[in-house]
């Protein structure tokens, strides 16, 4: 089958395009031919070899790639609740292998049925941004009705964050750059910030129930004005120093404003909960650029850059 092998750690050009055998179906196990996936942030990180105690395992012709969106080819022994035909997409970020024409993988996994209308270059990027989105909305404890500041809103993360609060009916005040203002306003945010205007940490105001900054660019120092008394800051990074992590600790003590890190988990009712937002039109991942496998390379270098708005699809199957 056609892949796209990791063969050192580094940048783009470590990724080559070869021939790797096709994995068989295990007990307990789906064979997918994968239709779409992405190359996400994940990716990136794990093939440039960061942080740098990843290094400790040889990549050794790692297949990258953690979304998948495709068809079940083939059920392994004591699988129930899915059959070969079955179109299904899911997150597998352990064994990674979804930037190959066939992947393996567990079938009460992070994983659900496809459903009806939805596009398997729709259903790839959905779960990636989208878990830590929920991780976020958990951890923060997120009720409708509350206000959320979301910063980096185009982002995978981000741009699925605004959705998803959307749909829960939560007041979001959305943070992006000048051309994509409409785009977030179309994703449900109630009010959108031009940061290339203005300083979001000035000018949105108080009474944030969360700030949620997707793209760890702010700190808890600066946003933590725009919190009300009991409100929450996460972000999707550790900050300078890994400070939220040390934060994260500290800060609940204070019984005011607080900074929660939260672990991106992966629960059945996560994925069921995506499904079902795809399924109704409430949530629909933001695709950016489309490359064919065979251009898996150029996919990276564009990750790399750190510009993309919401996901870079790659069309395994054409």
Excluded: W
Excluded at 127 to 155: C, D, K, W
Excluded at 231 to 238: A, C, I, K, N, R
């Amino acid at each position: 089958m056609r892949a796209a092998a990791q063969t050192a750690y580094g940048g783009p050009e470590v990724v080559r395009l070869t021939d790797a055998d096709r994995p068989v179906a295990g007990p307990g196990e789906l064979l997918v031919r994968v239709h779409a996936t992405t190359v996400n942030r994940t990716d990136t990180a794990y093939r440039a070899g960061t942080p740098v105690f990843l290094r400790v395992v040889r990549p050794r012709g790692r297949i990258l790639g953690t979304e998948y969106a495709g068809v079940v080819e083939e059920t392994g022994a004591g699988v129930t609740g899915y059959a070969a035909g079955d179109r299904v997409f899911g997150y597998h970020e352990g064994g990674f292998g979804a930037h190959a024409e066939y992947l393996t993988v567990e079938a009460d996994g992070f994983l659900a049925a496809i459903p009806d209308g939805v596009t398997f270059a729709q259903a790839a990027p959905a779960t990636e941004g989208a878990h830590y989105a929920q991780s976020f909305i958990r951890r923060a404890r997120i009720e409708p009705g509350m206000a959320v500041l979301v910063n980096g809103a185009t982002g995978g993360i981000g741009s699925a964050a605004v959705q998803l609060l959307a749909a829960m009916d939560v007041a979001v005040t959305a943070v992006c750059a000048t051309p994509h203002v409409e785009l977030v306003r179309s994703l449900g945010a109630r009010h959108v910030i031009d940061y290339t205007a203005e300083d979001f940490t000035r000018s949105a105001g108080g009474g944030f129930d969360a700030v949620f900054d997707a793209v760890g660019k702010a700190t808890f120092g600066r946003c933590r004005r725009l919190l009300r008394p009991g409100g929450v800051y996460v972000s999707s990074e550790l900050g300078p120093f890994a400070q939220n992590l040390g934060l994260a600790l500290v800060t609940p003590l204070l019984r005011r404003r607080r900074v929660v890190f939260p672990v991106p988990l992966q629960r059945r009712e996560m994925i069921e909960q995506l499904r079902d937002l795809l399924a109704s039109g409430e949530f629909r991942p933001v695709i950016d650029r489309h490359y064919p496998l065979e251009r898996i390379v150029e996919a990276h270098r564009y990750v790399d850059i750190g510009a993309k708005i919401g996901n870079v699809v790659i069309d395994v199957v054409r």
